[in-house]
Each structure stands twice: as C-alpha cells, then as structure tokens.
C-alpha cells in the first residue's frame, strides 16, 4: 500500500505517519517487492491513537512513555498509575478550557457583544 493510501485510510497525513516511523512510535513496516509498505488495521489503529493525542497538546516524550506503558502486557506500576493520572488531570482542565470557548463562541454568533471575549472566558484574571 502506498503511504498516501495509508494515510486516507487512517486519516492522518503521510508526513506525521513518516514521523512516526522516524521517531521510533510506529514500528517500520514491511514491504513487499515494489518496496511499498505493507500496514495493518493495528498500525492504522496506532497512528490514529498518536494523531488524537498529539493533536490534545501531549507531547512527544509523553507519547512515548505512554505507548510503552500501553503496549506492556501487565498491571500498571504505581509511577505509570501517575503518569496517566497526570495526563487525564491535563485532560480535564483542556477541556473545561475547551467547553468555556464554545460557550463563549456560540454567544458571539448570537450576537453577544464582541469585545472582551477573552474578559467573558476567564474573568479578569486570563487564565484558565
């Protein structure tokens, strides 16, 4: 399969699939004798659980401190416990942050006054 079929059929660009393979997240596949690569429905699965995430503001080193804790096969160990923990904590304060944009949106398209949006989002303090 060509990368860009791989890439409509996961949904994630060619670019950040090739990314993937460079920084070690996607594993490389095989190829077969007209040297195009040969993906599984767990590799599309794979690249679409890095995209989503990624695209949720994780970071590399967290992606991949992530993806060894998902592909181990046993339970959690108190310091992984806390690592995902973390990581859903972030979660739910992106997206408080998330809901209260849209809120804020949805008001400006019902034509609430426009100034000070940010003022509206987060009071006069700006932060989350």
Request: with cysteine; hydrophobic share 35%; net charge neutral.
């Amino acid at each position: 399969m060509k990368i860009s079929d791989f890439s409509a059929y996961s949904g994630v660009p060619s670019e950040t699939i090739r990314y993937y393979e460079r920084r070690g997240l996607l594993p490389s596949p095989a190829r077969k004798p007209s040297n195009y690569r040969m993906y599984s429905k767990e590799d599309a699965a794979r690249v679409r659980f890095l995209h989503n995430l990624q695209s949720l503001g994780l970071s590399l080193s967290q992606l991949v401190t992530l993806l060894s804790i998902c592909d181990e096969e046993k339970p959690l160990s108190v310091d992984d416990e806390s690592f995902v923990q973390e990581i859903v904590e972030d979660l739910e304060v992106r997206r408080a942050l998330s809901d209260r944009l849209r809120i804020t949106l949805c008001a400006l398209m019902t034509g609430e006054k426009r100034p000070h949006i940010a003022e509206k989002m987060f009071g006069h303090g700006y932060a989350p």
